[in-house]
């Protein structure tokens, strides 16, 4: 191995020594290298493994476009896959794994799969493990393909952070055109950001010779550094711009030495983007071989890291952006060999089976070599104009597209316009960005001639080095008629992944157009979208997350029912007692206990929307199933509120406080498309102004007394209201109290026992809940979760909205079909109703089911089935299933097929491949009359 | 990420707002034709380029109009509901 350290010379500082491991071995590097500069420096050359075959890989880029080299990083406690050794500052102690290779890049268990390689062409997934099933196939496959590795075990990342600005101008790129942008725009009064995905900002200055105003290159760099400073641009480096997104929106993602990644959304007035060029390879057999390497690349390597990446070096172009490159090898000391397509000269094929040893010219000309520096020309990084909806243009002399014209909001200058001559760039920028004044440079005219794969071409020729895609899988997809650019992406998976054709594109689509005779425009570009580069997901979710992302709702009275033993779950968004005590067992004992003696239950995440004004009861008619405004104050009805498409969408109990006010109860996960579908029809149809509506969900606890002992409990927890049943009957609702510590009683029963809600200001509930607890447990009943509330409640019939119903169930389908028939007055839903549909005799109908085959609960989810056809059929299904407590057996209720006429007769259900047998009935099975309300 | 403008709060990014329907699909007379009743309930233009939607500003709670065009992405400031046309 021959690549080297230089003992002098480049920004590495030689007084910083630092070292990591790399599968396992010790690399020895320097403050100022990246990653991959101090793993060329050691002289490892198989640093990856190739996406498909396994094939050994070295590094071939220096930046972003890098298509082979990926590592997980491990760094302390925390674990990063996929790092982008190019871009990366190589750091002290981090433990680096190659992404792609078991159990070593150098020594990867599957690199047998290079020999199978002609029976893996593009494609072969799909033709191959087609059958019987592609998941039969897919966790071996998924195990072999794939860049990096999740590690569950290690400490999770912290979360990203994220940043929103607002500026005049950002610029993308800081190359010698970027900077001169900036400068131009920040005297002109702009504020700039400017933004690059190096450590440093200079671009090709940073390695290339140049002369600026008269000036070195480095001289004008530094001289421009502290003018940025003094003008006060923000510049950001190691900051990815990776997209662009509705309304001149950008994201940028900086990578940071103190913390996660932050994430920039910056919404400038213009955005410059001169993000430059990337170097394509030659097409040659063994073109991937370790130790083939962008010119481009490796002349940064050797100027900005002092690393020579060979003694004997074959500089393969075909234009003159290497006369640079082969002088400067020469010059550290290497002996170089041009093969310039230029004169006439091309290489056939790299020699060498995991590292290349020479080359063999087209000629037949041997030339033996530790490393080949290949340059196929530039392509510009359009990918921020095209994603922004720019279209491109080919630009036949200089072999690249480049933008057709500027976009709203976005001009391209420099290398990424195609201007790859820095004289020609600089140029430009007065007309381009209307600047008055900007450097002036000396560099020699590009010049480059066509060198694409040709058909048929001799070897393995590799176009996507990334997802290991040749000219043959190319070949094989014009065979098959993939000839749309398209297409071809997703038949040989070509520019797929983190390369996004940075590389691989245009020699994909030259060849395409030689296969089929058509020229490259011709054949043209596939969609460029976000991202340019991955993004890791902490940066893109920031401090979104976890309870951030969906905070849980809690009870002003949680801790009470944490002291005692309450078992809390998610209920529709609100941390609730699901019962008492870990033991589920609880569940049936808690609601015989409220059969028998009585029940404290939490209520307070049950709606409770006001809707006060003059025009409160009218605008109810119209929102409500039932009729609202015969009820007199202090009087509750229970009723619907309905989709417009006639469908049952919400249930509760409207109280009537006042004239001008009432409260609208429904169900606690769906107070805000209560509270959105009352506002809309609000503004929408009714004079708003006269209506106000106040969700008071939040500011109102509610806690309900149920049970033959209600009564009693609530005087003996000193509510010395007259509780009578004259004074105070079944579904109205009064005052007790006054100021702030009033509270509201509401006799409504969701049990079928005699029940009481007391509803209070939030903040006062828990000493109240202190009163009643201690009443109901002198009354021999005590707290109840909502799992024994759920049996109370089918025990009685009474349904919950979207378990008992379903999209398709209509009022009348449970049996509450009186306002559709009588009501006076337009209402939500109400033409619905009478469609063909909603009036058809055979829907499914609320129903009671008893088992009656003796083998305990239905399950839910059981479809009842009509075996009369030649095929089962379905005829509804099985909705809630609960032990009794009251009863001495399991009761269900179900939507099914006329129902309603056929209470008495046996169905068979079908669930899980078993058969049950069930006898249908009146959805309410206990006291149908009513009685235990007011016992 | 868009910036639609609410006639209340003003500008304000898009996950503040929620889509509230196409503007102009009015509530036919109770007594309609089972035909007109299905075009109100189910049936959309959906346009390509310029749309006049219904948008909801979600921390305000109101409603309001807003043209919007589908291909471009542009959307002109929203108008509240009572304000002509
Ligand atoms: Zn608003």
């Keep these: ?935 | 990420m868009q910036i639609f403008s609410c006639p209340f709060c003003g500008p304000r990014p898009e996950p503040e707002f929620h889509f509230g329907g196409e503007l102009g699909n009015h509530r036919p007379a109770p007594d309609c034709s089972p035909e007109a009743w299905a075009q109100y309930l189910h049936f959309r233009t959906n346009p390509r380029g310029a749309a006049e939607e219904i948008w909801l500003h979600i921390p305000c709670g109101e409603l309001f109009k807003m043209h919007r065009d589908t291909v471009t992405m542009t959307a002109l400031p929203g108008r509240a509901l009572g304000d002509q046309p």
């Design chain 1, 1 to 935: 191995m021959t690549a080297r350290r230089l003992p002098e010379g480049g920004e590495v500082d030689r007084s910083r020594p630092l070292s990591f491991t790399f599968d396992g071995r010790p690399v020895q590097g320097f403050h100022g290298d990246t990653l991959a500069s101090a793993l060329l420096a050691s002289g490892e050359r198989v640093l990856g493994r190739s996406f498909k075959y396994r094939r050994p890989r070295g590094i071939w880029g220096a930046g972003t476009e890098e298509p082979n080299v990926y590592a997980d990083a491990t760094d302390g406690p925390r674990f990063h896959p996929n790092l982008r050794v190019t871009l990366e500052p190589a750091r002290d102690g981090l433990d680096l794994r190659s992404a792609n290779s078991s159990p070593s890049a150098r020594a990867d268990r599957l690199g047998f799969l290079d020999l199978f390689a002609r029976f893996l062409p593009s494609a072969f997934y799909y033709k191959t493990f087609f059958w019987p099933n592609w998941h039969v196939y897919e966790p071996a496959i998924r195990r072999m393909a794939g860049l990096g590795r999740i590690k569950p075990s290690s400490a999770p990342l912290p979360d990203g952070d994220q940043r929103n600005h607002h500026c005049d101008t950002v610029v993308v790129g800081a190359g010698p055109v970027g900077i001169a942008a900036a400068l131009g725009l920040s005297r002109s009064g702009e504020s700039v950001v400017l933004v690059d995905d190096g450590s440093r900002i200079g671009g090709s200055l940073l390695f290339r010779s140049a002369r600026i105003d008269g000036m070195p290159g480095a001289n004008w760099l530094a001289a421009a550094e502290a003018d940025l400073r003094q003008l006060g641009v923000t510049v950001l480096t190691r900051t990815t711009a990776f997209g662009i997104y509705d309304h001149g929106l950008i994201a940028l993602n900086q990578r940071r030495d103190d913390g996660p990644d932050r994430l920039w959304r910056v919404r400038p007035r213009r955005i410059v983007l001169a993000a430059g060029a990337v170097e394509r390879p030659l097409p040659f057999a063994a073109n991937d071989l370790p130790g083939v390497m962008s010119a481009e690349a490796a002349l940064g390597y050797l100027r900005r890291q002092a690393v020579l990446p060979g003694l004997r070096i074959v500089v393969a172009t075909n234009n003159s952006s290497t006369d640079e490159v082969a002088a400067a090898m020469t010059a550290a000391g290497a002996e170089v060999t041009v093969v310039d397509a230029r004169q006439g000269r091309r290489v056939a094929r790299a020699l060498g089976r995991r590292m290349v040893t020479g080359v063999v010219l087209e000629d037949g000309t041997r030339i033996p070599c530790d490393c080949v520096l290949v340059s196929g020309g530039f392509t510009a990084t359009v990918h921020l104009h095209a994603q922004a909806k720019g279209r491109l243009r080919w630009d036949d002399a200089r072999l690249s597209f480049v933008p057709e014209a500027p976009v709203a909001g976005l001009v391209t200058v420099g290398a990424a316009a195609g201007h790859f001559a820095l004289a020609e760039a600089l140029a430009a920028l007065p007309e381009t960005l209307g600047l008055p004044d900007v450097p002036v440079a000396d560099s020699a005219p590009y010049d480059i001639t066509p060198l694409w794969p040709r058909p048929g071409q001799p070897g393995r020729v590799w176009i996507d080095l990334q997802h290991d895609v040749t000219a043959k899988d190319v070949e094989l997809a014009a065979r098959e008629n993939m000839v749309s650019v398209e297409h071809l992406k997703r038949y040989t998976t070509l520019g797929m992944a983190t390369d996004q054709g940075k590389t691989s594109n245009l020699a994909g689509m030259a060849l395409m157009g030689a296969l089929t005779g058509r020229s490259i425009p011709e054949v043209g570009t596939t969609t460029y979208r976000p991202p340019f580069a991955p993004v890791p997901y902490t940066s893109l979710a920031g401090p979104r997350g976890g309870s951030r992302m969906n905070p849980v709702r809690r009870l002003a009275c949680e801790a009470r029912h944490r002291e005692i033993g309450a078992s809390l779950g998610d209920y529709g968004g609100w941390l609730r007692p699901a019962h008492y005590g870990s033991d589920d067992s609880a569940i049936l004992a808690e609601a015989k206990l409220a059969r028998a003696a009585v029940g404290l239950f939490d209520a307070s995440p049950l709606g409770k929307i006001e809707v006060i004004g003059p025009d409160a009861a009218a605008f109810l008619d119209f929102i409500h199933y039932n009729t609202v405004s015969t009820l007199k104050p202090g009087q509750c009805r229970y009723g619907f509120i309905l989709a417009e498409s006639g469908v049952v969408y919400d249930d509760g109990v409207l109280v009537r406080l006042d004239d001008h006010r009432f409260v609208v109860s429904c169900s606690s996960a769906h107070v805000a498309g209560v509270h959105g579908l009352l506002e809309e029809w609000r503004q929408d149809r009714f004079p708003a102004a006269r209506i106000a509506i106040h969700d008071a969900t939040a500011e109102t606890a509610t806690l309900t007394v149920s049970g033959p002992k209600a009564r009693a409990t609530l005087a003996a927890a000193g509510i010395d209201a007259d509780l009578s049943d004259t004074a105070f009957p079944h579904m109205t609702t009064r005052w007790h109290g006054s100021g702030e510590a009033a509270l509201r009683l509401t006799r409504v029963s969701f049990t079928g026992d005699r029940s009481y809600e007391v509803s209070v200001r939030q903040d006062l509930a828990p000493p109240l809940w202190d009163r009643l607890a201690a009443a109901a447990r002198a009354e021999g009943g005590g707290p109840i979760g909502i799992e024994a509330l759920m049996i109370l409640r089918a025990e009685k019939g009474f349904i919950v909205i979207g378990k008992d119903t379903d999209g398709m169930t209509r009022p009348m389908d449970l049996g509450v079909s009186g306002p559709m028939k009588a009501k006076k007055v337009d209402f939500l839903g109400r033409r619905s109703l009478f469609t063909d549909e909603a009036q058809r005799a055979d829907r499914n109908q609320l129903v009671g089911l008893l088992p009656a085959d003796g083998f305990g609960p239905l399950p839910v989810g059981a479809h009842g089935i009509d075996l009369s056809g030649t095929t089962p059929r379905s005829i509804g299904y099985i909705t809630s299933s609960h032990p009794g407590a009251a009863l001495d057996h399991p009761v269900a209720l179900g939507l099914i097929e006329r129902g309603a006429e056929r209470h008495g007769q046996e169905i068979t259900l079908h669930h899980l491949g078993q058969r049950r047998r069930a006898t249908l009935c009146p959805p309410c099975f206990l006291d149908p009359k009513g009685e235990r309300l007011h016992a």
